[in-house]
């Protein structure tokens, strides 16, 4: 009870005319930012965090919030509109938002990301006011071994088990673990893969690689078929959500949030994991498998509330430990401390008012959101009526720009070109995108959680199996496993027996 009066003092103090204002500013600025291609929330955060300088501390705090928010939404708009993730974290809301949009159903995919942005932005502060103290106890307990075998297991779940041809599910894997190589050693510091090249130094930015692969790629692809196979202009569809798009959607919506919160509450965690599970799990739950990959809208509802519930997991351990998980958690800690505000054990005491002031800000800026944006759902969709050659050329020129403010290096447009003509090659052959990504992300994370493992228990590999939660997940890969081999035999039999 103790905590939903602190909350409520912070309501109070946020709900002013003024505040409400700053507030309402923060989540326009913010959308508006993050809906530029391969800006991302966190670019938007750090392009837009001077505007707050000269504010009192909770005026500025509070359209913190709804930029935050804003850029958060911003980023899914960008990946189901225009096939452009923002941050790694949006790849999987552009797999199956986007074929959403190709279909006419644009304005239902940005209604079911900005309500399940709504619903587990909510439910997930509601979860840090209440066990943020809690919850960072038992997040400083989970080790190397457990975040091995559970990046493991998403790796196993998209390229072995879920995808339609496991051949080129592998290749593509391989293709992004070894992009995911590039770079300096974090352990050695001895170059890896980088041709000579100094601008390789440094790890590839998963903003370059998924702009070149997504937006780039189909641009290419579309551009090369664009003689042999008139565009005509993509159909905006009806302007809301129906009845069996809300059945569809609120049980994703709840799904992602639990698989969101828990990630981001854990140090070093983030939102890709998360995001993928949920949208292996809505795959594996769909009564009609056959619509993803093809615009199913739990591929859209389950992954973005798991972003997030994510992102509102990560100030668990940004204000009970001062640790940021996230880029996001990272600018958020400058600019907490540039008011002088030391996030950790003794937050709570020392900066009573400010934290809940924040924390109740997020819960406004959450809800303006969704207010604000609901109603542009349809005027969005409406982006799709331009022709396609402009389309695509106004991608083109975004998606630059966006690749280029990443580490502002001419460097990453050939990046960003040479990914573009691979994203266009893996169209041309039926490679998988998905596990290129997925390999990408999760490789540097997995080699650095191993490292880790094994430098504990010097060099011996049962480290790996150390932990419970890591057994359990192991035993999870395992029957998962046999599991795709089980109903490979049998549709393989039920083919044979219909020849």
């Known amino acids: 009870m103790e905590n939903l009066e602190l909350l409520w003092g912070g309501l109070q103090t946020a709900l002013t005319p003024e505040n409400l204002m700053w507030a309402a500013i923060g989540v326009l600025l913010g959308t508006f930012v993050g809906v530029l291609p391969g800006i991302g929330p966190a670019m938007a955060v750090a392009l837009l965090l ?31 509109l225009l096939n452009t993730p923002g941050e ?55 080790g190397a071994p457990s975040y091995f075998a559970i990046m493991l297991l998403a790796i196993v779940l998209v390229t072995a088990v879920l995808g339609a041809s496991k051949l080129r599910g592998f290749i593509a894997l391989f293709m992004g673990l070894t ?54 202009v993509i159909p905006t569809g009806r302007p809301w959500m129906g009845k069996d798009d809300w059945r569809r959607s609120w049980k994703p919506w709840l799904r992602g949030t639990a698989l969101g919160f828990p990630f981001g509450a854990v140090p070093a965690g983030g939102a890709e994991t998360p995001t993928f599970l949920s949208y292996v799990l809505e795959r594996r739950l769909a009564k009609d498998g056959h619509e993803f990959g093809n615009g199913a809208i739990e591929g859209v509802a389950g992954p973005e509330a798991a972003n997030n519930a994510s992102a509102a997991g990560t100030f668990v351990p940004l204000l009970a430990l001062g640790l940021p998980v996230t880029a996001t958690a990272s600018i958020m800690l400058a600019a907490l401390t540039g008011y002088g505000i030391q996030p950790g054990p003794q937050l709570m005491e020392t900066h009573s008012d400010l934290v809940w002031t924040l924390l109740a800000s997020l819960l406004i800026g959450n809800t303006l959101l969704l207010v604000l944006n609901l109603p542009l759902a349809p005027v969005w969709a409406r982006l799709l009526r331009t022709p396609r050659p402009y389309l695509y050329a106004g991608i083109l020129f975004f ?5 280029y403010t990443v580490k502002q290096q001419p460097f990453d447009l050939i990046l960003l070109l040479l990914f573009g003509l691979m994203g266009l090659a893996m169209r041309r052959f039926g490679l998988p995108v998905l596990p290129l990504i997925l390999g990408v992300i999760l490789g540097p994370l997995m080699e650095t959680k191993m490292r880790e493992a094994m430098a504990i228990s010097d060099g011996k590999a049962s480290a790996l199996f150390s932990e419970p939660l890591a057994v359990v997940v192991y035993v999870m890969i395992g029957l ?13 039999r039920s083919s044979e027996e219909t020849a």
């Open 88 to 142: 790694s974290a949006s790849v999987m809301t552009a797999l199956e938002g986007n074929k959403m949009a190709k279909r006419g159903r644009a304005a239902q995919a940005l209604a079911t990301a900005a309500i399940g942005s709504f619903v587990a932005g909510t439910i997930g502060t509601l979860l840090v006011v209440f066990f943020a103290p809690a919850m960072a106890k038992v997040a400083v307990k989970i």
């Open 480 to 492: 998962a496993l046999v599991g795709s081999f089980v109903s490979a035999r049998k549709a393989s």
């Open 179 to 232: 992009i995911g190589l590039v770079g300096l050693d974090l352990s050695t510091g001895q170059p890896r893969l980088n041709l000579d090249q100094p601008l390789l130094a440094d790890r590839l930015d998963i903003v370059v690689v998924a702009v070149g692969i997504f937006a780039l790629g189909e641009a290419l692809w579309v551009a090369a078929h664009l003689r042999r196979k008139p565009l005509e």
């Open 399 to 403: 998606a630059s720009l966006g690749a």
């Open 50 to 80: 001077p505007a707050t300088y000269g504010l009192e501390p909770t005026a500025a705090f509070i359209m913190f919030a709804g930029i935050y928010y804003g850029g958060m939404y911003g980023g899914s708009t960008t990946s189901i």
